[in-house]
């Protein structure tokens, strides 16, 4: 059985998509490491866009492809083109948006949808194909039949994450000098658990992990790491330190390994706040960065957003960072109401506290999470592709091409003003890059 996985390019309105990262396929990664007995081939269409080459040179049995929400279309189109050039491919679309809302691919040209985690979906349905049976009996699916779309029984979640095999980076040998995040290349993307235990209203993860908090054991992570040949790990779980024991121990065995590597992981600022001391045992093997979640410099607004934190505590986590070298990439939220004096007092914040790389997000009502349903009557735009967190898709208080200068003004004053803006996580050449993207974006609202 040939099986052919894609990647989709970056659409034409992304903003940020291959100028800050470029993240490797995890997702696919970790599909194609399930059914190693069949003939896999992963297509990075980020990189390498002949599709039609691949399809008549390669001629897959199966077409896999991966979706986030600003993926729809495109993914959508590449499934049809496939069908195109051969109406005997089994079609199948996976990932974050279609387990929210499969009904985005309910297409003449998609055969299968895999709702929820994929990893034993797909090889179950792989292996129902090849011995010609009936996908009905395959869970976690939604099938195309005659038409109308039919789900088979929802897949729980498997609890131990250990039993998954590592994700086939062997499938991306050939583009792996290509990932990297800001400075970071080559850099290799590790997930070491799955979901939160926080509600925050703009989020979808804890909507996609049925509000469950999964972790690997620390020696199948290390287990992990010292497969990867890149010398920059980014840790992407979503919230890495929620567990202090656990990360302690991942701590101990790396120690232990002499391994010599660098780290970026994502943790909350109230475990940062309250544990200094597993950020001083991290910087001894290598932690770099550290992405803080703080989302708003008034409390009023991280309660509205159900954050479940304060500005004291902000401000502790990045204390703790500062003190120990390591770089704070501060995530804040923009709001639509947001006037000038709201941008300029989130500027003077963002100096006094000393965040050395500040990143920004509008707002964004994301398909499926509480925050979509508050303000889904207020969308100015049911187009996916402006959903990538940098248009605003909400009205704005500004008119709204002023809103998104100074959007785009905010960034670039925050990374020209540091002391070494070579350095920095959006050097000088990509910052123009950006500004010039975000202006126009706003267009395509109107």
């Not at 903003?15 to 470029?22: A, D, E, V």
């Not at 195309?144 to 994450?161: D, S, V």
């Not at 093997?285 to 607004?301: K, P």
């Not at 957003?305 to 960072?321: D, F, G, Q, R």
Request: glycine share 4%.
């Amino acid at each position: 059985m040939k099986i052919l996985l894609i990647q989709p390019p970056f659409n034409s309105n992304l903003i940020g998509g291959g100028i800050l990262y470029m993240n490797e396929p995890l997702a696919l990664e970790a599909i194609g490491a399930v059914v190693p007995e069949h003939k896999v081939k992963l297509l990075d269409m980020r990189v390498d866009q002949n599709l039609e080459h691949e399809l008549s040179n390669f001629q897959p049995d199966i077409v896999g492809i991966t979706a986030y929400t600003t993926d729809v279309y495109v993914a959508n189109d590449i499934l049809k083109k496939v069908k195109n050039h051969n109406k005997d491919i089994l079609t199948v679309v996976g990932g974050h948006h279609a387990s929210l809302l499969p009904e985005d691919f309910y297409k003449e040209f998609v055969d299968v949808i895999v709702v929820g985690e994929g990893q034993y979906t797909f090889r179950e349905l792989v292996y129902a194909y090849e011995e010609n049976r009936s996908f009905e009996s395959v869970d976690g699916l939604i099938l195309n039949i005659e038409g109308i779309a039919r789900p088979t029984l929802r897949r729980k979640l498997e609890n131990n994450l250990d039993k998954f095999p590592f994700p086939d980076r062997n499938l991306t040998k050939e583009y792996r000098n290509c990932y990297f995040r800001a400075s970071w290349r080559p850099v290799a993307t590790v997930i070491t658990s799955r979901g939160c235990p926080y509600r925050c209203n703009f989020c979808s993860v804890w909507k996609l992990q049925d509000g469950k908090y999964r972790t690997r054991s620390p020696e199948n992570v290390l287990e992990e790491i010292l497969t990867i040949e890149e010398d920059y790990i980014s840790i992407s779980d979503d919230n890495f330190l929620q567990d202090i024991p656990r990360a302690t121990k991942i701590y101990e065995l790396i120690k232990k390994s002499g391994m010599k590597k660098k780290f970026k992981v994502v943790g909350r600022t109230d475990v940062v706040a309250k544990n200094p001391d597993i950020i001083e045992k991290w910087k001894e093997i290598g932690l770099d960065m550290v992405v803080l979640g703080l989302e708003s410099i008034r409390d009023e607004e991280l309660k509205w957003l159900n954050k479940k934190t304060t500005v004291k505590t902000n401000e502790e986590a990045i204390n703790v960072l500062n003190k120990n070298n390591i770089k704070v990439i501060g995530q804040f939220i923009i709001h639509p109401e947001y006037t000038y004096d709201d941008f300029e007092a989130l500027f003077e914040y963002i100096q006094k506290t000393n965040i050395s790389h500040p990143l920004f997000t509008i707002l964004t009502p994301l398909p499926r999470t509480e925050l979509y349903y508050q303000k889904e009557g207020q969308l100015l735009t049911r187009n996916y592709e402006m959903f990538d967190l940098a248009h605003c898709v909400l009205p704005t208080k500004l008119p709204r091409e002023e809103f998104h200068k100074c959007f785009a003004d905010l960034l670039v004053k925050c990374y020209s003003n540091q002391a070494n803006p070579d350095s920095a996580l959006i050097p000088k050449p990509l910052l123009q890059k950006l500004y010039s993207q975000i202006l126009n974006g706003y267009k395509l609202l109107s």
